[in-house]
């Protein structure tokens, strides 16, 4: 019986930079380095309830959030693999205050940074919930041959090089996007290589779900109370009453979204006027990835990736999905 090819994710980049003559390969390069540390990342999230591992490390982030025991490793391992490798100038984590340059001699010449939030939904550890890693790419805008800096990673969304994300659920999935569009590739446990298993996703312009912490309903302004009440109004031929999913953890509710078509919102409210997520670790990313899928990203009032950043840990209200949903929501909302 024939059997189809596995694709490794090193085979499919090495095959994506082919395309372009011009191409260094520093970009592939990164996106397998990530690769590795999702790997490493995934081998204790599998082990967490077996080891010391689980729980509060009993500090805070600039967020002034708990950290987890998963956080500050999963962290670190991103860190030193990217401080190592010979294609990052630079990183800014969200579990950092600062953003972190490289000094060595390859570093300074290296053309790209990489942003992260090493563990979204770390909340939801201790429950065995779908977790995962965010990442964007951009090219430094600073000098080459000297250390990045600010401006390096406080670019706006569109003009990131690259973004995806690394999910723990049920099996581990990493999907990232360029301006070629969006691949997803699942880790095969016997030979330990992310393998093509979803090529070319498209996000469906229309779906049956949306995702947001109702129990903010009474945070909410009247547009987005009233776009509630449109989803679960009984319309069978519009597939409504539409269906509530959510998980609390980005990564999770964003990867049904990309695969299955809805709609995730994180607006602001009474308590957060200016949203809760991260433009910079979170929002600027995953807008990328579902864009070039087909879907849209909006914080309201314009396109995500087109807000101009004036701090790292910046953050946004965001409208993120299917293109016909998200455009419904934002007729309420305005």
């Known amino acids: 019986m024939q059997t189809s090819k596995l694709i490794t994710l090193d085979e499919f980049t090495i095959m ?3 395309k372009f003559p011009q191409a260094t390969g520093e970009l592939s390069s990164l996106l397998r380095d990530i ?4 790997k490493l990342v995934n081998k204790q999230v599998r082990r967490a309830g077996l080891v010391d591992i689980l729980g509060e490390y009993g500090a805070t982030n600039v967020q002034g959030e708990s950290q987890m025991k998963l956080d500050i490793f999963a962290n670190e391992a991103l860190i ?4 190592y490798s010979t294609d990052c100038a630079g990183i800014a ?27 979204d939904g770390s909340s939801n550890i201790d429950v065995n919930a779908s977790i995962g890693t965010i990442f964007s790419i951009y090219r430094r805008v600073s000098e080459l041959g000297k250390p990045c800096t600010i401006e390096d990673f406080t670019q706006p969304g569109n003009r990131q090089m690259a973004a995806g994300y690394i999910i723990y659920g049920s099996s581990t999935m990493f999907v990232y996007a360029t301006r070629l569009g969006v691949n997803g590739f699942t880790l095969e446990p016997s030979i330990g290589e992310f393998c093509l298993s979803h090529a070319n ?8 779900y949306y ?9 909410y302004s009247e547009g987005m109370n009233a776009y509630l009440d449109y989803c679960m109004e009984n319309k069978k031929e519009e597939n409504r009453p539409y269906g509530l ?13 990309l695969i299955k078509g809805g709609i995730f919102i994180y607006p602001g409210d009474k308590s957060n006027v200016n949203g809760k997520l991260r433009l910079m670790y979170e929002c600027n990313p995953m807008a990328f990835i579902l864009e070039a899928a087909g879907g849209v990203a909006s914080w309201g009032g314009g396109n995500i990736m087109d807000i101009n950043p ?3 840990h910046q953050r946004t209200p965001i409208f993120i999905g299917s293109k016909n949903m998200v455009n419904k929501a934002l007729e309420f909302a305005k």
């Open 16 to 18: 994506e930079t082919r």
């Open 35 to 38: 690769g590795l540390a999702g």
């Open 80 to 83: 030193n693999i990217l401080k």
């Open 93 to 119: 984590s969200e579990e950092n205050d600062e953003y972190l340059a490289f000094d060595d001699t390859f570093s300074a010449n290296s053309k790209y940074v990489v942003l992260f939030d090493p563990l």
């Open 201 to 208: 996703m498209k996000c469906p312009e229309t779906g049956k």
């Open 211 to 219: 995702s947001l912490n109702q129990g903010n309903t009474c945070k």
């Open 245 to 257: 999913r959510y998980i609390g953890s980005m990564v999770a509710d964003m990867h049904r979204t």
């Open 310 to 312: 004036t701090e790292l």
